[in-house]
């Protein structure tokens, strides 16, 4: 595109010293027309990595991220939430991954229940100290073992 300066004539776009003008302008309209960077390199023959630099260089920002989760999904992701069900069966009713029930979960202000303790340990809370003092005790020694070290 091309841009107006202070005393109001126009000014190419930043190319590089080697870029005609021509390409360069046709890779910003075209990205501000809401193409891709894969799809105006095609366009223009040029790789998509001096697609980016040109529209950096006049401040241009193509948008982050991947596909956005369709509202009829992200709706029904928060109403079986609500309804109690599980993260992992949300998953497999909705066809999406853990991530995105977590994240749409997340950015609308819902938690999943934890389980267990803090640490998400559900047998720890049953199981008394002393089994895991003698577990870990037999971990240390088969440990000591293995390097040959004296048990003594």
């Not at 950096?56 to 193509?62: A, D, E, L, M, S």
């Not at 950015?107 to 998400?120: E, H, L, S």
């Amino acid at each position: 595109m091309l841009s107006r300066t202070a005393n109001n004539t126009t000014k190419q776009p930043c190319s590089g010293r080697s870029t005609p003008p021509e390409i360069a302008v046709r890779i910003l309209s075209l990205a501000h027309e809401g193409w891709t960077r894969k799809a105006i390199a095609k366009e223009c023959g040029v790789s998509d990595k001096f697609v980016t630099s040109i529209c950096h260089k006049n401040g241009f920002r193509f948008p982050r991220g991947g596909r956005s989760t369709p509202p009829e999904i992200a709706d029904r992701i928060l109403s079986l939430a609500r309804q109690g069900w599980t993260r992992k069966a949300i998953v497999k009713e909705c066809g999406v991954s853990d991530m995105t029930v977590t994240t749409i979960c997340h950015k609308n202000g819902f938690r999943f229940p934890r389980g267990g303790d803090q640490y998400g340990n559900k047998s720890q809370q049953e199981t008394p100290s002393w089994v895991y003092e003698e577990r870990f005790q037999a971990a240390f020694r088969k440990r000591r073992a293995l390097r040959g070290d004296n048990l003594d």
